[in-house]
């Protein structure tokens, strides 16, 4: 497709359950993000990766969520035990390069709305 | 940590006002980004600045970057209801992309 593909768009799971969500970035681009926005916020640094590799990791909340890109394209956001502070979007981003600032852009994906019940 | 600080939170105006919102940090900033999200979209780029005290206008929007590089506005003459949105700013930082929580635009026909 032409732009970030996010599946599903909504997700309504019960507290405890286990759910994945799908990014498809732009084809090309070797750099992907995870972002999370919850109501009334800006969105919130989760992970990127460069490739297959996560090049930084450290905006995952606790051991509960965990990202992969196993062959450098889909990226899956899983999360066990979801709790009801999990509901947010879950946004993705790609870029043809890490993102550096100056002539580098991100493009988004619509999200993925969780509501964990 | 780099934060952005993003003024007013909320704004509603009425079709054909001026307004400006703004962002700002304590930290230095390489370049900044503005984005505008939509409601059920992502955040769409509308301007990177590089440089200190560079402006660039789209159509009705005018941004500016400061000169210390710590803060920047958005201007937008003559509002539109096709304006309504969330304007987020964003830089590098610690992490690929720091955003500010944005100001929620309303513009009311």
């Known amino acids: 497709g032409a732009g970030v593909s996010q599946t599903p768009s909504n997700k309504v799971t019960e507290k405890g359950k286990y759910v994945e969500l799908r990014c498809d970035p732009i084809?090309?681009?070797?750099?992907l993000y995870w972002y999370r926005q919850s109501l009334g916020q800006g969105p919130e640094f989760l992970i990127y990766f460069q490739g297959t590799g996560a090049a930084d990791d450290s905006g995952l909340p606790n051991d509960r969520f965990f990202a992969v890109r196993p062959e450098g394209s889909v990226s899956t956001l899983k999360i066990q035990r979801t709790e009801r502070g999990d509901s947010a979007v879950y946004l993705c981003a790609s870029s043809l390069t890490l993102l550096a600032g100056m002539n580098t852009e991100a493009f988004f994906g619509q999200g993925t709305r969780l509501t964990v019940v | 940590t780099q934060l952005l600080e993003q003024s007013p939170q909320f704004l509603s105006i009425q079709e054909g006002e001026n307004l400006t919102v703004y962002c700002n940090s304590s930290s230095v900033f390489s370049s900044l980004q503005w984005y505008r999200q939509e409601p059920g979209e992502g955040p769409v780029l509308l301007v990177t600045?590089?440089?200190?005290?560079e402006v660039k206008k789209l159509k009705r929007l005018t941004f500016q970057f400061g000169d210390a590089r710590k803060d920047s506005s958005l201007h937008i003459t003559a509002a539109q209801p096709g304006d309504t949105g969330l304007y987020l700013c964003?830089?590098?930082?610690?992490?690929?992309?720091?955003f500010g929580k944005g100001t929620r635009l309303s513009v009311i026909a």
């Open positions: 600045v590089v440089t200190g005290g």
């Open positions: 084809s090309g681009h070797t750099a």
């Open positions: 964003a830089g590098p930082g610690n992490t690929p992309l720091v």
